[in-house]
Nanobody, 123 residues
Framework: QVQLVESGGGLVQAGGSLRLSCAAS????????MGWFRQAPGKEREFVAA????????SYTDSVKGRFTISRDNPKKTMYLQMDSLQPEDTAVYLC????????????????WGRGTQVTVSS
């Protein structure tokens, strides 16, 4: 099991940037695949991006490709989501997720979730 804490959310104008962080704790945290989901009011939770344990494999949902970049720093046990060219439709609570298999991260079936950080993009 790992504990996950997100940070870095906030209010930004359309076209702006934010960098989210997810700090993981636990002795085996660096061996987990990790990722981001988001949930907007009245909408279902949506997969955003995932990264495998060593950063060698990444995956993105189509709507963020070319704008968002996922990365991780294993010595710091921290994952990042650099979000550029933000649009109002990116407004949501962003949640960090971790699992031993990247497939479970992408499917949203992981058992390790953070509490989320709010991202609001104004037009």
């Amino acid at each position: 099991q790992v504990q996950l804490v997100e940070s870095g959310g906030g209010l930004v104008q359309a076209g702006g940037s934010l960098r989210l962080s997810c700090a993981a704790s636990g002795p085996t945290a660096s061996t987990y695949a990790m990722g981001w989901f988001r949930q907007a009011p009245g909408k279902e939770r949506e997969f955003v991006a995932a990264i495998n344990w060593n950063g060698g494999t990444t995956s993105y949902t189509d709507s963020v490709k070319g704008r968002f970049t996922i990365s991780r720093d294993n010595p710091k046990k921290t994952m990042y989501l650099q979000m550029d060219s933000l649009q109002p439709e990116d407004t949501a609570v962003y949640l960090c997720v971790a699992a031993l298999q990247i497939q479970r991260v992408k499917a949203g079936t992981a058992s390790n979730w953070g509490r989320g950080t709010q991202v609001t993009v104004s037009s």
